[in-house]
């Protein structure tokens, strides 16, 4: 056991409790699958794979109320700056400690730009994240498609715990997804991004029967609010 705490609160947002409280992609105001509002988590930190509004979610007025620290792409973190939030860039590939934890920025196939009073803003290559914590590697990948370098981050991060979209039309499905996962290699794969919204309705059993035809790794079908101890 690593002493961690996982925890999902619908679509692409997950909590992580360690020593330090962290929140990726924070999306509650406006999300149907969500139980919590931003008013009621407290982060250390967030992270922040892209700008689209499901993923960037209520992360200004979060970190505004609470001071946290927000790792971003470098383009993003530079508009979350102009909105007086406690922002700090990286890029693909990059690695830094925050408050001892590993963070390692990785690609994703998808797009990125924020929307803000009406105008659409660049905001740089969408991500995803691996986070390294009390000796546990959990791998984000944010919103992508399937991609032959999920093989190279597998091998070199070997990740523990990989969560990753199954929704399909924007990201994955449930069949490319399963291929990610045999290409990764984690220990257990949770599905996230599915029947937030009816234009990404997946069963996620379907998911993992894919995944049990082609590796060994255990998907774990999470409710929101489930706690997974690590
Ligand atoms: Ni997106
Ligand atoms: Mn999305």
Known sequence: MHGIQLIWHGHACFEIRAAYNMLIDPFFRGNPSAKLLPEDVNPDIIFVTHGHYDHLGDTVE??????CRVIAMHELANYLKSQNVKAEGMN?????????????????????????????????????FI??????????????????????IGDIYKPEIVLLPIGGKYTMDPED????VAMI??????????????????NPVEFMHKVKDIC????LILSVEDVLEL
């Open 92 to 128: 693909i590939g990059g690695k830094v400690q925050v408050n001892g934890i590993s963070v390692i920025m990785t690609d994703a196939n998808h797009s990125s730009s924020i929307s803000d009073s009406g105008q659409r803003l660049y905001g740089g290559r969408a991500a995803g």
């Open 185 to 202: 290699g984690p220990g257990i794969a949770i599905p996230m991004h599915y029947n937030t919204f009816d234009v990404i309705s997946q």
């Open 62 to 67: 979060i970190a505004q109320r609470t001071g």
């Open 131 to 152: 986070l390294q914590i009390n000796g546990c590697s959990i791998y984000h990948t944010g919103d992508t498609g399937i991609f032959g370098d999920m093989r190279l």
């Open 177 to 180: 997804a399963a291929k990610a």
């Open 216 to 219: 060994e790794t255990k998907v």
